[in-house]
């Protein structure tokens, strides 16, 4: 792995181990060990990597995670050791939810982050520096416009998936049902990010509208 940023950072940009994406992608199996190599990329070249080998049965539960970092100085320390998993029913009542459970605070979590000249792996609620979501780290002006390209960019990503199937036996697929929630929620925010409020200061001075504020929409 390499070295990582002391700034400010969004949970994004921070290194993540997602549960889902791990079983997903078939790092983790019930009922069986595996191991392989866990990859980051950044601008389409790989940034980190670590191995991972899990274990997921009734006797045994974790993740073992073995790499090497680098810190600001470049000396650089290996590292290997295990973080344990657990399971609680489903509030569906029916299978369970498999959790991290994090190595510093003991609670269960569903994603791990290395961040912050941290060299291991913990919880967001961890850490000492905040790891801020995205939303959080905007004005409030640019809040509508982000969401709105957010959401363009995931329609336009699902129109073009090769064999995309909006329709089976007569019925709305799951991801065609999918699909258009996202495009009520793009066309939501494009509408919001048109309103007065949501204009920069000086657009609203140009058109009169300086005086408006959230409780004031004139579309």
């Known amino acids: 792995m390499g070295r990582w940023s002391t700034g400010a950072i969004t949970h994004k940009e921070a290194l993540r181990l997602e549960l889902s994406h791990l079983v997903k992608a078939g790092y983790l199996v019930k009922g069986a060990t595996t191991r392989g190599h866990y990859r980051w990329y950044c601008n389409g070249r790989e940034s980190s990597n670590i191995v991972l080998i899990s274990r997921w049965t009734e006797e045994e539960k974790y ?3 073995i790499y ?31 959790y991290f459970l994090c190595p510093v605070s003991w609670k269960r979590c569903r994603v791990l982050y290395c961040a912050y000249g941290y060299h291991k792996w913990k919880s967001r609620e961890a850490y000492q520096n905040r790891i801020f979501y995205e939303s959080q780290t905007q004005s409030k002006l640019n809040r509508a416009n982000s969401k709105y390209w957010e959401l363009k960019k995931k329609v336009e990503a699902i129109l073009q998936e090769k064999y995309l199937r909006l329709e089976y036996d007569g019925k709305p ?10 495009k009520r929620e793009r066309d939501f925010w494009d509408t919001e990010r048109w309103k007065a409020y949501n204009m920069p200061k000086a657009v609203r001075g140009i058109f009169g509208l300086a005086g408006f504020t959230s409780d004031e929409r004139i579309f």
Do not use: C, F
Request: proline share 2%; glycine share 10%; charged share 30%.
């Open 173 to 182: 697929t799951k991801k065609a049902l999918y699909l258009e929630k996202l």
């Open 68 to 98: 090497t970092t680098t810190d600001g100085h470049g000396e650089k320390y290996d590292y290997d050791y295990k973080i344990d998993l657990v399971t609680v029913p489903s509030n569906l009542g029916k299978g369970e939810v498999l």
């Open 63 to 65: 993740i073992r995670l």
